[in-house]
């Protein structure tokens, strides 16, 4: 039996492995703590790199759309240069996860 880490996406699909399904992202809640920040051309279409470097973690890309669902609907290429997101506290997302 297969278990997705609790860093990915998945970690709440089916765990037999049977099917993928339409990717439902974990909630990440609001928090005071949160910071606005403007991607810039270090980080266009590379979420990955902006959670390496707040999170030491790049497999958190998908943080940024689950928290910013109306601005990121793809969340690789509307992470783009002069786009303002909302980027979630280190210590609350990694309680949020579990992790």
Do not use: C, E, H
């Not at 910071?35 to 790049?58: C, E, H, M, W």
């Amino acid at each position: 039996m297969f278990t997705y880490s609790k860093l990915s996406p998945y970690y709440s699909t089916d765990k037999f492995g049977r099917f993928l399904d339409v990717l439902n992202y974990r909630p990440i809640p609001k928090s005071n703590l949160d910071v606005v920040f403007t991607i810039n051309s270090i980080y266009q279409y590379r979420p990955d790199l902006l959670a390496s470097d707040l999170y030491g973690k790049p497999q958190l890309w998908w943080v940024f759309a689950a928290r910013n669902p109306n601005v990121l609907k793809d969340p690789v290429f509307d992470f783009f240069s002069g786009r303002t997101i909302y980027v979630p506290n280190g210590d609350n997302l990694m309680a949020a996860l579990g992790i």
